[in-house]
């Protein structure tokens, strides 16, 4: 019998999600397989956009340690709402695009739970640089790997107001003051040896 429940207990202990021990390795992605939305509530709607990757990025990380390293660029100037009025005040007024044409987040550490052996959660921690200044962010993000690629989805808000953009508010519009982001990526995956 105490050989049966010592099986038992092993066999459970092995069967538990495990967070990753040690795992370190690059993620690639490409704004061909990434996509940026976003959505602001508003007055009787909710604005829907999306913005685009402005360049390719990589993002090294090491779970055991939990320092991450890479920039992932927005092009600001690639906001579009579907209206162009709307699309010229966000540019315009909002992200302010002539001055400020890229949003730049840098990352600076991961945590990282592995939920089975192709699945797991991660934050990652780092500085997000938009409208000319730095801001602390933390994107927590699920990964469900496949082979050699690696599908990312995140969600995660920014208060733009309280980080110094115009509110667009007036007497017939209310705007939120945050706006919900929504990443979904197919990234190259690459373990480090």
């Not at 890479?70 to 540019?91: F, H, I, M, P």
Request: glycine residues 6%.
């Amino acid at each position: 019998m105490r050989e049966l429940v010592a099986a038992v207990a092993l066999a459970a202990a092995l069967a538990a999600p495990q967070p990753s021990r040690g795992e370190s390795g690059t993620l690639a992605l490409t704004p061909d397989k990434t996509q940026v939305h976003f959505e602001l509530d508003a007055t009787l709607h909710t604005v829907e956009g999306s913005l685009r990757m402005l360049r390719p990025a990589t993002l090294e990380f090491d779970a055991a340690s939990g320092k991450a390293t890479g920039e992932v660029v927005l092009d600001a100037r690639s906001a579009e709402t579907g209206n162009s009025r709307r699309d010229n005040t966000l540019k315009d007024e909002v992200l302010e695009c002539e001055r400020y044409p890229e949003i730049v987040f840098t990352s600076e550490r991961i945590e990282l739970t592995r939920t089975s052996p192709d699945r797991g959660d991660l934050v990652l921690t780092g500085r997000v640089r938009i409208h000319g200044d730095e801001h602390p962010l933390r994107i927590p993000a699920h990964l469900e790997r496949d082979g050699d690629a690696v599908h990312i989805t995140a969600l995660f808000r920014v208060p733009y107001v309280e980080w110094g953009m115009t509110d667009v508010s007036n007497l017939v519009l209310r705007v939120g003051k945050d706006v919900a982001v929504h990443l979904d990526a197919i990234a190259g995956y690459e373990p480090n040896p």
